[in-house]
């Protein structure tokens, strides 16, 4: 059975970090993309960072951030591990949210139960 446990989510002041981290068990290879998603209260959960693994053909992951973290979050992955990470830094309010990790790979799709990252002004 797969499934998805995360953790690193907590309350931070404006300007800090936090490092939330996703491990993906119950699955025997490596998972093509692996993803950070967002709901921030009253709004649509959106797309924070994504990135493909690497393959013999393209030797370096592909990442994807949302314009709104772009220089401020980093997304890795330990392909090994089936895991999955998100450096975030100077943390803003607006980036108060439940934070969701997301697997696909074909017809698999898999979501966490989300962890809460709050930042204080």
């Known amino acids: 059975q797969v499934q998805l446990v995360e953790s690193g989510g907590g309350l931070v002041q404006a300007g800090g970090s936090l490092r939330l981290s996703c491990a993906a068990s119950?699955?025997?290879?490596?998972?093509?993309?692996m993803a950070w998603y967002r709901r921030a209260p009253g709004k649509q959960r959106e797309l924070v960072a994504g990135i493909t693994k690497s393959s013999p053909g393209i030797p370096k992951s592909s990442t994807k951030y949302a314009d709104s973290v772009k220089g401020r979050f980093t997304i890795s992955r330990d392909n090994a591990k089936n895991t999955v990470h998100l450096q975030m830094n100077s943390l803003k309010p607006e980036d108060t949210a439940v934070y969701y990790c997301?697997?696909?790979?074909?017809?698999?799709?898999?979501w966490g139960q989300g962890t809460q990252v709050t930042v204080s002004s």
């Open positions: 119950g699955i025997g290879f490596s998972i093509d993309t």
């Open positions: 997301n697997i696909e790979h074909g017809a698999l799709s898999r």
